[in-house]
């Protein structure tokens, strides 16, 4: 699960050379405002029916009806800004303006996955229309029915959505979409050039005990159960005889196995570190100075002068996609469908992947990034966040929810996430 805080990356740079309004937004494409063709099975009692065939369901609505007035999200701190943080970013009241019919955007802020997953089943599911999920929620969303699966088509910037994240493992099953994309990144390896060396390669500077022995004490991972991933994908090339194929998908010797390895790595972590700020702390003083990190303390740190670089180790890496998922019991279907829309428009995509400090999902977005769109001028952003590097995302792992069921012959053998979370809280001690 992510933790995070809607902080502007740019302004922690101490790059601020200038302003700007938001004021010149451009409305997100409507197919539709004809109200006798509004969604019917998002705001029904239960998930649209399966497809025989296993595609995409014959009941979806094929256009989008006339707003119901309101929206209630439940977002990632920094995913809907009106301007109260940072001025210059609004992308709120723009859609309002240009969806009356919509009325209020209303948020509620979740600062871990599981709190959002919460959220979403309070009172029935009716609480909120929707909610901007992470890899290791969606899954279960989906499993348990709590979000819809909805029409792609109705979005019209959908086809400039970079193809490894239209149909991901986290947010469409058997050929159903449960959401749209919506940002991502990805978690390399970081270290202090100047106390690591040589530079690091594999992830078995962190986890091999031989490799890891400078480190002692200085190493530091990510606090959340899903990091048992990261030591699966490490076992799945150091330790072949397991026979891990999907990190996320872990019969119990494998699981096992990735728990034993991080509860010996224990002793030599000096920060299990959850919010992005205090890995930046802890890396500018020295406390820690290898371990996993995201493209934004990375570049904060450069831009800091802090003598630190990072790598996509040999293993690859997993990483984290953000999606737009809409209840399967909302109120506001047709306002859920209009903001789902907003959220993938080029200008938006790049007004929220400069404020948050994350790769879009529209590449389109770049043409407005890479010239220093928005306040502060910073150039190349989509080089920085390796926006369109296959090279780069294509070494990522995205998270995904570990289920039971471990989605092949293996059947229901797989260790799901309740386990994973006991055996985070052990293996911390």
Not at 181 to 189: A, D, E, K, Q, R
Not at 197 to 221: E, H, L, M, N, R
Not at 291 to 302: A, E
Request: with cysteine; hydrophobic share 35%; net charge negative.
């Amino acid at each position: 699960m992510k933790q995070r805080t809607g902080l502007t990356l740019l302004a922690t740079l101490g790059l601020l050379v200038g302003a700007c309004t938001s004021s010149g937004a451009t409305a997100a494409p409507v197919v539709t405002t004809n109200p006798t063709a509004a969604p019917s099975v998002a705001g029904g009692s239960t998930a649209p029916a399966a497809s025989p065939t296993g595609g995409p369901s014959s009941n979806l609505p094929q256009s989008i009806g006339k707003g119901e007035g309101s929206l209630n999200i439940i977002i990632w701190p920094g995913y809907a800004e009106d301007g109260s943080t940072v001025k210059e970013y609004d992308w709120v009241h723009p859609f309002e303006a240009a969806n009356p019919d919509c009325g209020t955007v209303n948020i509620k802020e979740g600062n871990t996955s599981d709190e959002m997953v919460t959220l979403m089943r309070q009172g029935g599911g009716t609480l909120y229309d929707g909610v901007s999920a992470s890899g290791d929620a969606t899954n279960r969303l989906i499993a348990n029915g709590d979000v819809a699966e909805i029409n792609v088509n109705l979005l019209p910037d959908f086809p400039d959505i970079a193809p490894f994240l239209q149909s991901p493992a986290h947010n469409t099953v058997n050929g159903k979409h449960y959401g749209v994309s919506h940002g991502w990144g990805g978690n390399t390896l970081m270290y202090r050039t100047d106390l690591v060396s040589p530079a690091p390669t594999s992830w078995a500077s962190v986890f091999d005990p031989t490799q890891s022995k400078p480190y002692q004490g200085k190493i530091t991972d990510y606090d959340s159960p899903i990091y048992i991933a990261d030591a699966a994908l490490y076992l799945k090339s150091a330790n072949p005889a397991l026979g891990i194929t999907d990190p996320y998908e872990l019969t119990q010797p494998q699981f096992d196995a990735a728990v034993a390895l991080l509860t010996a790595q224990q002793p030599g972590v000096a920060k299990y570190w959850s919010l992005y700020q205090d890995e930046i702390t802890n890396f500018t003083n020295g406390s820690t100075i290898i371990g996993t990190t995201w493209p934004y303390q990375v570049n904060t740190l450069k831009a800091a002068g802090v003598k630190v670089d990072a790598v996509v180790p040999t293993e690859g890496m997993t990483g984290w996609a953000d999606t737009w998922m809409m209840s399967a019991h909302a109120k506001h279907p047709n306002c859920m469908y209009k903001w789902m829309a907003w959220m993938i428009t080029p200008k938006v995509q790049a007004e929220v992947a400069e404020f948050f400090g994350e790769a879009p999902a529209n590449p389109k977005a770049c043409a407005l990034l890479d010239v220093g769109y928005g306040s502060y001028g910073v150039k190349n952003f989509c080089t920085l966040y390796h926006v369109n590097d296959q090279s780069f995302y294509g070494a990522i792992s995205f998270w995904k929810t570990p289920l039971a069921d471990c989605g092949d012959s293996r059947g229901t053998t797989c260790v799901d996430y309740s386990k994973w979370a006991t055996a985070w809280t052990a293996i911390k001690g």
